[in-house]
């Protein structure tokens, strides 16, 4: 049973009058998935207005419609909602939803590893939803929470951000019980400038965490640590990482491309708890350190957790058998130089001869071309065999990477050479920013 099941729910939550008592089987912003009793809420948005919809949506059957449009400030048709704005209705909405829940609030963000991370906790508390796909912004995070199941006791959301201000709007909204900020890396720096700007905006959620809350953070940084150390304010900051400092933290590490296992230590918690996982890299121990806090502080059950954690994690670094046997890593979802480094190093554990086929990191801003150079070089230092750059950005990439690297700038050319040099035994990663759409490269 979700949050808003009924126009009486919707009603309550948006502090207006609505025609009473109609069933409300589906939320949407996408006119094109309106179907019998949704409700449409119709978004002015940057590459489409919803409000030119609307019309369509009651045709497909949408039971209710929420709109900006002045067109529709005096329609007679009781079934159409007018609201200010939007965006701002939507707001509103959650922030009720949210005062009248009496769980556990969870929010996360972070430049790397924070769907993973949101999912892993997920799926390791009892009764928990969480973000859905990648609905992270200011729209897409309300209709994670419209969609959370009532009977939940944990809501796990993530939050992204691109510009400054936008954790502080997410997470005014959240005002979670427990934050997360899985990592500070160069991401977004077109907006954000440089690693401070990103440890400013991350660091927005602070604020908004409930008093009496917690702030977990990873230790690897002192001056982050320092930083967050300064603005806590009313909440308990506890870390995690592989140094011993932490109040989480890894030791006995064994890994392997498919599988690893370690220790969490907690001398703060007096705990020693073996880990046995296919989220292999090393990255992704600091994504189950976070996650396991979190589970800890929440639920305290460790053995739980282990039970929990393999049961539907599915992370974006999916592995899937290639060209003549050869073994591909597909992590085309996104990119910037910290989740890259971090790929290779996951690519470098292998003993076979390991290709990196690499798009273009993007929104890197005046430091993209020393990033894709640093990149190259190091993917060079990890011992990677084959360096194949693919868009414009990753000229720069092949050239710091030198012999073996090869850059092409047309897409048939690469899938040309992909399909006549993989070779059997390679470990294949493919991996570049979402604009640059990798994924194009897997099915040559």
């Known amino acids: 049973m979700k949050f808003i099941t009924n126009s009486n729910d919707l009603s309550k939550y948006l502090d207006t009058p609505i025609k009473k008592n109609i069933q409300i089987k589906d939320i949407s912003i996408d006119s094109r998935t309106i179907k019998k009793d949704s409700l449409f809420i119709a978004i002015n948005g940057e590459n489409f207005n919803g409000n030119d919809y609307v019309d369509e949506a009651i045709h497909k059957g949408a039971c209710l419609v929420i709109t900006d449009s002045k067109k529709y400030k005096t329609s007679k048709n009781k079934n159409i909602i007018y609201v200010n704005n939007s965006i701002s209705a939507l707001k509103k909405i959650t922030s009720n939803i949210l005062k009248s829940f009496d769980g556990n609030v969870v929010g996360i963000t972070g430049s790397n590893g924070k769907t993973t991370t949101t999912k892993i906790i997920a799926n390791v508390l009892s009764k928990s939803s969480s973000t859905l796909n990648n609905y992270n912004n200011e729209i897409g995070m309300p209709l994670s929470i419209f969609n959370a199941k009532q009977n939940s006791k944990n809501l796990v959301i993530e939050m992204g951000a691109a510009k400054p201000g936008d954790i502080k709007y997410l997470s005014s909204i959240l005002k979670p019980n427990i934050g997360v900020i899985t990592n500070i890396g160069n991401s977004h720096l077109e907006k954000l400038k440089n690693i401070k700007g990103v440890l400013k905006v991350k660091s927005e959620l602070v604020s908004n965490i409930k008093n009496g809350g917690y702030l977990v953070v990873p230790n690897e940084n002192k001056e982050h640590l ?3 150390e300064k603005i806590i304010r009313g909440k308990e900051l506890i870390t995690f990482g592989t140094e011993k400092n932490a109040d989480f933290y890894a030791i006995n590490i064994k890994s392997s491309i498919k599988k690893q296992e370690f220790n ?40 739980l957790f282990n039970q929990r954690l393999e049961k539907n994690t599915q992370v974006r670094q999916k592995q899937q058998k290639w060209i003549r046997g050869s073994l591909l890593i597909d992590d085309t979802y996104n990119a910037n130089p910290e989740s890259v480094k971090k790929a290779i190093d996951f690519l470098s554990n292998s003993n076979k001869r390991k290709v990196f086929i690499m798009g273009d990191m993007l929104e890197l801003g005046r430091y993209r071309k020393k990033m894709h150079a640093d990149v190259g070089q190091y993917a060079k230092r990890k011992k990677v065999d084959v360096f194949l750059g693919f868009g414009e950005l990753t000229k720069y990439a092949v050239s710091g990477y030198g012999k073996n690297g090869l850059f092409f700038n047309n897409e048939n050319d690469l899938k040309k050479f992909i399909k006549e040099n993989i070779k059997s035994g390679d470990i294949v990663l493919i991996k570049g920013s979402r604009g640059i759409k990798m994924e194009r490269f897997i099915n040559v």
Do not use: M, Q, R
């Open 264 to 303: 969490i230590i907690s001398d703060k918690y007096n705990i020693d708890h073996k880990i046995k996982t296919s989220l292999s890299g090393v990255h992704n121990i600091k994504n189950i350190l976070a996650a396991f806090a979190v589970s800890y502080l929440i639920e305290n059950s460790p053995k």
């Open 226 to 228: 320092k930083f967050w």
